[in-house]
T-cell receptor, first 114, second 111 residues
Framework: EPEVTQTPSHQVTQMGQEVILRCVPISNHLYFYWYRQILGQKVEFLVSFYNNEISEKSEIFDDQFSVERPDGSNFTLKIRSTKLEDSAMYFC????????????FGQGTRLTVV | QKEVEQNSGPLSVPEGAIASLNCTYS??????FFWYRQYSGKSPELIMFIYSNGDKEDGRFTAQLNKASQYVSLLIRDSQPSDSATYLCAVSNYNNNDMRFGAGTRLTVKP
């Protein structure tokens, strides 16, 4: 069964460093998303991406964050100059689009900023 | 601000009982409604979606939507201990480009 895959599963980085989280969405899906979940808190929407551009972003998704689809399969989230409060689980998701709006999630990347 | 509200629980039901989970949302323009299940330390897993007013049944799960009341619910019949998890309500607009989650309701099914 097709699935969303994320790498790495766990990333530890020093405060101030840049990190790139990687995702491979389901191959025929057209919409891609990043969410984050701080430990013990709700799943928070960061950004959606469609047709090679950002479709919607939340108030959390400031200039520190960027997304890219560098090739036909990968979808990345870059966090510049990480802060301690960026420590969270980051989930990538994708949906087929075109009336099929159900989003399927990857297993997540746990980011720890020290 | 697009809000999705859920009772955080915990909700505890005995095995075999019906578990009822509720969700309200603030954006009247919302078009798509989802229930996800999240086990501790895992990613959200889609279990139901509903787009139209009324009921939608899938096995032991029934989703109910009332757009006039801005209310969506999930019923789990014949609850099993393996149903113990946090249930997340998610709401999206027509373009599905900003699906927002509630905080989740933690369900415990006791054997």
């Amino acid at each position: 069964e097709p699935e969303v895959t994320q790498t790495p599963s766990h990333q530890v980085t020093q405060m101030g460093q840049e990190v790139i989280l990687r995702c491979v969405p389901i191959s025929n899906h057209l919409y891609f998303y990043w969410y984050r979940q701080i430990l013990g808190q709700k799943v928070e929407f960061l950004v959606s991406f469609y047709n090679n551009e950002i479709s919607e972003k939340s108030e959390i998704f400031d200039d520190q964050f960027s997304v890219e689809r560098p090739d036909g399969s990968n979808f990345t989230l870059k966090i510049r100059s990480t802060k301690l409060e960026d420590s969270a689980m980051y989930f990538c998701a994708s949906s087929l689009g075109d009336g099929n709006t159900e989003a399927f999630f990857g297993q997540g990347t746990r980011l720890t900023v020290v | 601000q697009k809000e999705v509200e859920q009772n955080s629980g915990p909700l505890s039901v005995p095995e075999g009982a019906i578990a009822s989970l509720n969700c309200t949302y603030s954006d009247r323009g919302s078009q798509s409604f989802f229930w996800y299940r999240q086990y501790s330390g895992k990613s959200p897993e889609l279990i139901m979606f509903i787009y139209s007013n009324g009921d939608k049944e899938d096995g032991r799960f029934t989703a109910q939507l009332n757009k006039a009341s801005q209310y969506v619910s999930l019923l789990i019949r014949d609850s099993q201990p393996s149903d113990s998890a946090t249930y997340l309500c998610a709401v999206s607009n027509y373009n599905n480009n900003d699906m927002r989650f509630g905080a989740g309701t933690r369900l415990t099914v006791k054997p």
